[in-house]
């Protein structure tokens, strides 16, 4: 074959522009074909892929968040009336004294799913750089040691043994609390009942004292009074009279919380926090399990972000985004 021969064949066997521009054209269906038929031989996504795994992700994010970063707590009880009432929901900034690795605690919550277990990894120590101060309202693990000085009270008051016993030794130990600091490391703490006029009508009271500055109490209304100390002033609330039984059939007529009521002087150690609510005849607090150490603090209450009074269908809207920065709570609405 001759040179000229090759090149011919060689010319001959190209496609022309036309057919070119055909198999450009046909090629973007066979593409798409292609591609439905992998699609239908693509198993459906199954229980783990479609649902365990993007719920579970959720989960340890928010779990993750608040554990170290920022936390909200519903409140069930009345134990911070005026300043916090049942059914506020509170943020709560973990980040204020300190850093803590993520799942730490006693116990760990999962939300979502409205799980809680113990934890296994508490003994991971958490990285303190500040100080919770007098008058800060913080969240903290509740201890669930005997308390000797609240024992000795309860029998003061003629309370049995057995009743003294089972009051003073929290059954649980390990749950969240809100409550008030009002006294820190060094401090002597003491409550004593009083009886005051107001309104040229008899009051009586439990005051604080702390470092034997006693609070000054003033605009009583109905059972609340203003509370001024170490320069912080706040509202706080004391119950009317109740019967409880002693535990021998005896009935004590006595506040909702006796009878520690009344207590100390009281010395804090180190790393030690005395904790009590504003709702101060109703509130089971330091009185009743002893001071709280740092490492039991979780973090510091800054706002309500909502509230519900007994259901969702039935919001407080005055209580929304209610913050905690001013050192003077308004009294709540009987």
């Known amino acids: 074959m001759t040179d000229s021969d090759s090149q011919s064949a060689s010319v001959d066997d190209e496609p022309t522009p036309a057919a070119k521009a055909a198999e450009t054209a046909a090629s973007p269906t066979e593409d798409a074909s292609d591609s439905d038929?992998?699609?239908?031989?693509?198993?459906p996504q199954g229980l783990w892929k479609g649902w365990i795994r993007p719920l579970l992700t959720v989960v340890i994010i928010v779990t993750t968040l608040r554990s170290s970063l920022i936390d909200w707590n519903d409140v069930p009880t009345g134990s911070m009336i005026p300043t916090i009432v049942e059914g506020d929901r509170i943020v709560v900034n973990k980040l204020a004294y300190s850093f803590?690795?993520?799942f730490n605690g006693p116990v760990v919550s999962v939300p979502i799913v409205n799980v809680s277990f113990n934890n296994p990894l508490d003994f991971l120590p958490g990285f303190y750089y500040?100080?919770?101060e007098r008058n800060d309202i913080v969240t903290f693990w509740k201890p669930g040691e005997f308390y000797e000085p609240s024992y000795d009270l309860w029998i003061e008051a003629g309370f049995t043994e057995e009743y003294a016993l089972a009051r003073s030794t929290p059954t649980d130990g390990g749950i969240r609390m809100v409550k008030r600091i009002v006294a820190v490391p060094g401090?002597?703490?003491e409550m004593k009942l009083?009886?005051?006029?107001?309104?040229?009508?008899?009051?009586e009271f439990t005051k604080l004292i702390i470092n034997g500055e006693e609070a000054v109490y003033s605009d009583k209304k109905n059972i609340e009074l203003t509370e001024t100390i170490g320069g912080h002033t706040r509202r706080v609330r004391y119950a009317r009279y109740t019967e409880v039984n002693a535990g021998d059939g005896r009935m004590i007529t006595l506040p909702l919380h006796p009878p520690a009521r009344a207590f100390g002087p009281l010395t804090l150690g180190e790393d030690e926090y005395f904790m009590i609510g504003d709702n101060r005849d109703n509130s089971a607090d330091g009185r009743f399990f002893g001071p709280v150490k740092l490492d039991q603090i979780t973090g510091k209450?800054?706002?309500v972000a909502v509230s519900f009074d007994g259901s969702y269908f039935n919001p407080n809207w005055s209580r929304f985004f209610h913050a905690f920065d001013s050192d003077l709570e308004q009294p709540a609405t009987e």
């Open 37 to 43: 038929k992998k699609k239908k031989k693509e198993p």
């Open 100 to 102: 803590n690795l993520p």
């Open 130 to 132: 500040g100080t919770p």
């Open 187 to 189: 401090d002597t703490v």
């Open 194 to 203: 009083v009886v005051e006029k107001f309104d040229g009508r008899p009051f």
């Open 301 to 303: 209450a800054k706002f």
